[in-house]
């Protein structure tokens, strides 16, 4: 645990203070849409966490405010430290390094379809067939999620969503 308040304190000191005041909402949203994201259509739970990563309230994700929820991501991990089940904090994790093994630019450039720099819902989850089951089961469809073009956007990383969704 002390080395976890170590790593914990010197990530706050590499943070932008917004970051770091930011880590409460973050966990506020979490509790709140917890259920919605586990029971309800998909769509109330891409809403939810849309209008908390589109801080200026324009409608789209600009590669900055993605950017910014990356950061809060990992500070919120580290606040809760040994309180996530070790599954929960292994995945979140994961998807962390994934996600900058890749490179968040890149990663964003993948998903702008039309190239303007901004990314919409639409661009997010195009190779997503979204209906009214909850997100974490579409997800793990492989009927809903087209794989060949997840992959290419994941690039090299592409493979390993074999792990991830489930075979159906």
Known sequence: MKT????????????????????PALDRLIESNRSV?????AQRCIDAGWAFADANRDGVLEL??????????EQWVLSKGKSLPPRQQGSIVMGLMLVDSAGLPTLFGNYDLNGDGKLTQKEL????????????WILADRNAVDLPASRRKLGALGPLLDGVIARR
């Open 37 to 41: 994201c586990e029971t309800k259509p």
């Open 125 to 136: 989850f195009a190779d997503v067939k979204l209906d009214n089951r909850p997100l974490p």
């Open 64 to 73: 900055t405010e993605i950017q910014r929820v990356r950061r809060l991501t």
């Open 4 to 23: 976890l308040s170590r790593l914990t304190f010197a990530a706050s000191l590499l943070l932008p203070a917004s970051v770091l005041a930011d880590v």
